[in-house]
């Protein structure tokens, strides 16, 4: 079955079709940070008109690279969880088509498609397998027993790992997105100049809470002359109280569950520190820890064509609606099952 996916939740225009015989066909995303970057995050209005402007010439793009729309078995579009605008643009144009083409069509979980992502690498990971998800809006542990069956172990009660590296990217000065840009000041920092809390480590349970890190920087800072050497030095100190905190809950989250794989998925996955962390205590616990590809850690269609593959593959299809979902709790989430318009 080859299955067109198409993801337009945030900020990235993405479109990708994938073959249950051949793997990734065609994989094409066109980001819009260089439009939101002059306001300091994403503005919705503006989200959703560039995906009007940008989604249906990528998809020509996508289904001739990949031997045209006849060869379409099945269409799958993120419906959430994100902004509704957005995937409001995303989900008519994947619902339209679908009927067009007479093909079934399936929204998909945004955060479903980042836990299944490594499944396309050569080497995936084998069930269960324990997933750190660490994005600009979500951070969650979970426990990966097989497609639909997630355990969530743990989950941020406040800022996602991401947008507490953008928030604090901006107290420090910094452009945005402001994790990458925050990493790189890190280089400069020196070890020790502060120390700031590893939220929530003294106490058992595996959420996350990284609001309040955020505030220990400003305060820290509010005493000093944030010359460059101090702003390198509290990006450094900041980079590591959240890669420890990671780190120390990934390392329970295996240790509870007992599972032999740990994958680390979402853009905050490309941070070289966390990677390096990671890959030692996996070298350390015989651990295998596997990231996708970066260009599958972050927002990216290939996931969602993936996971609609194997979802309309066991029959799983929607009626002729057209969703779109802000909020989408994972634990509604299930195994594949013959749908309404199968
Ligand atoms: O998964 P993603 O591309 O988008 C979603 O949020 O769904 O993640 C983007 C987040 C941003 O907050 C960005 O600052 C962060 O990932 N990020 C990083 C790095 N690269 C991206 N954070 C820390 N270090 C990095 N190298
Ligand atoms: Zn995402």
């Not at 995303?90 to 929204?107: E, I, K, M």
């Not at 750190?132 to 989950?155: F, M, P, R």
């Not at 350390?284 to 993936?306: K, Q």
């Not at 969703?323 to 989408?328: G, L, Q, Y």
């Amino acid at each position: 079955m080859r299955v067109l996916g198409v993801e337009t939740s945030c900020d990235e225009t993405a479109v990708a079709v994938y073959d249950g015989a051949v793997g990734l066909l065609a994989n094409e995303i066109y980001s819009q940070v260089d439009l939101h970057s002059a306001y300091g995050g994403v503005v919705p209005e503006l989200a959703s008109r560039d995906h009007l402007r940008k989604l249906l010439p990528l998809l020509r793009k996508v289904v001739e690279a990949s031997g045209g729309a006849g060869a379409i078995d099945g269409i799958a579009c993120t419906t959430g969880p994100g902004l509704v605008g957005a995937l409001l643009v995303g989900s008519s144009v994947a619902r339209s088509l679908a009927y067009a083409w007479d093909v079934p069509c399936l929204g998909v979980h945004h955060m479903e498609g980042h836990l299944l992502a490594p499944l396309l690498e050569q080497e995936p990971p084998e069930f269960p397998f324990v997933a750190l998800l660490v994005s600009g809006g979500h951070t969650l542990l979970a426990l990966v027993h097989a497609v639909g069956s997630y355990e969530i172990l743990g989950s941020s009660l406040d800022d996602a790992a991401g947008e507490a590296f953008d928030k604090t990217a901006k107290l420090l000065g910094l452009g945005y997105p402001g994790g990458p840009q925050l990493a790189a000041l890190a280089e400069r920092g020196r070890p020790g100049a502060f120390v700031f809390p590893r939220p929530m480590t003294d106490r058992p349970g595996l959420d996350f809470s990284f609001s309040g890190l955020k505030t220990a920087v400003v305060v820290a800072l509010r005493a000093r002359v944030m010359d460059e050497q101090t702003r390198a030095d509290a990006a450094l100190a900041f980079q590591e109280a959240v890669v420890d905190t990671l780190v120390i809950k990934a390392g329970r989250a295996i240790e509870a569950t007992g599972a032999r794989a740990l994958v680390i998925a979402g853009g905050v996955g490309a941070n070289r520190r966390l990677r390096a962390r990671m890959l030692a205590m996996g070298e350390r616990d015989g651990l295998r820890v596997v990231y996708p590809r970066a260009e599958f850690c972050t927002d990216n269609a290939a996931m969602i064509a993936l996971l609609g593959h194997l979802r309309l593959a066991a029959g799983q299809s929607d009626d002729l609606a057209i969703r779109a979902r802000a909020r989408w709790p994972m634990a509604e989430l299930a195994p594949p099952s013959p749908g309404p318009g199968s």
